[in-house]
């Protein structure tokens, strides 16, 4: 490993004000809001709906983007279920429309220099409902770079009975927009911040209340929380508001779609059946490693190959059946949200003699969080690892490589650099990807790629090829640190 000096990445730190929201959980206060000298999460707080296992939806694919520069940091990522495609394409429209604006306002992103330094777009998704013929899932947005607080959250809904796409505003029955409408504003009305004229106009307007009323979930008792991004009914400096209806109050003004989401909600079933004609089968690798790796690298030349952002199907299991035909190991920096999806490929890169990394959860760039932000998305990720493959991870990698003591201080794990960026991020060629770490790799060098993009799994064989006709053995980064 080459030394690294420390990345100069406290820019922001100090710099971020916002006013988080603080939610509560079923059964407390309705909602509130709190101040935070941290940004908020890309996650909301913990969500009062019952927890989602996303391995158990079939053909589940988890559409990733991102870059791993400082310069263009970005994340992006939306689930694609079969069956739920128009609710797949609505997020796919959201986020490539975000992704295109932030890429084009800034230089780096593009190959060119300067510009947007430290300010993140991160769009992340969890699963709210994914049950019976129902699936729910909100994509949380931060972006300091755009008007408004830089975070806001949507939940798209897919009925599958009628084989339609929903917006939240599509759980309330239409002849009961009014009552429900009314309740909202007798909650909303007296709160800090929020003038009663103003409201009454937001929510009187169809475009502005349809743009406001985005974000609506039930929590695990029945009840219909709804959201409100900061500065959307109330001045900016009252943060986000939350007002939660009773499931008593809401029943009645909710529409046949929005009981169904409710009763799946409460009572999930066991599986997912969206009417989907077909459910794509992934295939998990099988090798297993011979025993441990007696690799020295003090006698011979090695090089420790890193993938990160993933595991993603199919680009991950086609990556394992490359390093197996090769005997070669790598390290895998996965993201926990992925994990969660995908524990099954996380297993077999394990069985298969690789590494597996903790990378965060979502992928935001550690040194703009508050410390509690820094241990859950590092904690988070490390137990979504453990129990896919029984045992907890000791290297992390910080996203964008942006790590500074507060980060190190959070956490027992171990970071991880590199000595070689592929940029494979930017650059989508095989080809160029490959000549790239066949020209420039120097021996004991950590080579930074991703399993995301088909294009980086295609260069491996090129890679392995030839710099194992070259002498070079491919290990672990625990390996290569405790043999060099
Ligand atoms: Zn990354």
Redesign the pocket.
Known sequence: MRIHPLVPSLLLLGTLSFTAACSSGPGGPSGSAGASSARPGPTPDPSPVRSVDPSKIKGLKIVSD?S?NTSCPF?TSYPDVPGAEAMTAAMKKYVERRLATFRSESAACEGGTGGTEGVELNISHQFLVASGDVLGVRLSTHDPSGAGSGLSATTYWYDGKAGAYRTAPGLVADDSRGAFLGALKDRLKGREGVDAAALDDTLSDPASRAAVLDDMAFTADGGLRVDFDRGDVGVPAAGALTVTLSKETVTPWLSAFGKRVQRQTVTPSRSLDLGATHIPTQAVPTHTASGDDDTDCKRVRCVALTF??GPAVPETATLLTHLARYRARATF?TVGQNVAAHPDLVRAAARAGNEIGN?SWN?PDLTTLSRGQVVSQLNRTSAAIKAATGKAPTLFRP?YGAVNPRVRAATRLSPVLWDLDTEDWKYRDADKVARTVIDKVRRNDVVLL?DIHPTSVAAVPQILRTLTARGYHFVTVSHLRATL
């Open positions: 991102s791993e994340a990160d952002d920096f990378h992928h996203p991703h």
